[in-house]
């Protein structure tokens, strides 16, 4: 039950949850503030990263210099160089005034660079460069300028995967990936679940002034057995849903979206169905052993997580199947 009487208290960069997988991250997070080492946080779409990048940064010495995030996914490709590091008036057609770039505005403060794969290789080239050097220049200056930043980085991409493919520079991918930070999946640490809920709902319903609804035991359990495609923000647009249509009333089972309601009786979200014919268990134990640590490019901590095992359950089952 969600008491909407009790003040609530958000603050901006609040991290909610206590979940083992979310404290290990939010432990290393801190950690990693205190010193001015470069992080590349990757997760999930909606799992959380920019809220982690902001946190690092208020719980940095540089909190009280600007944080300036660049949205990687939407810098047009001509545009990067400029937009990154300034121009000089006239040094292009469209140049008609000095301007500086995100780099410079970023000076003893923070970098965020998120949805950092989505940068074209030429970029990648040029923000390395910068990366390992602090210098740059304007486009059309010959003036090498010195900048002071601290560089977060985040990606929703396997990394990994794009350097086999060739999209993306593995030098620049160890130049950023000093300090990993994995940011779990909501279905992953789903004890994070309830209490999120009580925090979406109450700031939604201060923010639109409506009486908080209150949740069923029954609908809390359907929340729990879904599997989060879209993460923390599915959870906090289902709120905002739910406090809107239903302020002041309990929201039952029925009231949740069909693929909520599908998901808990097991229909079109059955993780596998048995074939007519039954399978070998064994064989396919295996299969998704072998899966997972493709798909990991063969960290053995990230495959276990995706098979829900403890790393040392996951080299048992290696050695027992001969897998190492
Ligand atoms: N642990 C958390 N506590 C409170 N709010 C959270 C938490 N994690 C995520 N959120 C909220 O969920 C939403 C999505 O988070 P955020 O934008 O940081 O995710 P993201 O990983 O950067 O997503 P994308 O990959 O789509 O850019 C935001 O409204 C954010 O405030
Ligand atoms: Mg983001």
């Not at 729990?224 to 249509?245: D, S």
């Amino acid at each position: 039950m969600i008491d909407s009487k009790q003040p609530y208290n958000e603050h901006p960069s609040q991290l909610i949850g206590d979940s083992p997988e979310l404290t290990r991250v939010v432990w290393a997070s801190r950690i990693t503030a205190s010193s001015d080492v470069t992080v590349l946080i990757q997760g999930e779409s909606g799992s959380g990263k920019e809220l982690f990048a902001r946190a690092i940064h208020n719980d940095s010495q540089r909190k009280k210099q600007p944080m300036v995030t660049v949205n990687c996914a939407v810098i047009p490709e001509n545009l990067a160089e400029s937009m990154l590091f300034g121009h000089l008036k006239g040094s292009f057609t469209s140049a008609i005034a000095d301007q500086q770039g995100y780099v410079q505005s970023a000076d003893k403060g923070t970098l965020f660079l998120d949805e950092v794969g989505e940068l074209s290789l030429p970029v990648q080239a040029k923000l390395l460069r910068f990366l390992e050097s602090s210098e740059c220049e304007k486009i059309g200056s010959t003036v090498t300028e010195k900048v002071d930043v601290r560089v977060i980085a985040a990606t929703n991409r396997n990394l990994r995967e794009e350097i086999k493919k060739g999209s993306f520079r593995e030098d620049l991918f160890y130049r950023l990936h000093v300090v990993p930070l994995e940011i779990p999946p909501l279905r992953e640490r789903i004890s994070d679940l309830k209490a999120l809920l009580e925090h979406f709902t109450h700031t939604l319903a201060q923010q639109y002034q409506v009486v908080a609804p209150n949740y069923s035991k029954a609908a809390i359990k359907a929340l729990k057995e879904y599997h989060w495609p879209g993460n923390v923000r599915e959870l906090r647009n289902l709120c905002e849903r739910m406090t809107i249509l239903l302020a002041g009333q309990t929201v039952d089972v029925d009231n949740l979206p069909v693929e909520i309601k599908t998901a808990r009786q097991g229909g079109k979200n059955t993780l596998v169905s048995l074939p007519e014919n039954g399978l070998s268990l064994e064989k396919l134990e295996i299969e998704l052993i072998q899966q997972a640590l493709e798909k990991t490019s063969g960290n053995r901590t990230r495959a276990a997580r995706l098979l829900g095992l403890t790393r040392d359950t996951l080299l048992y089952r290696l050695k027992k199947y001969s897998l190492t």
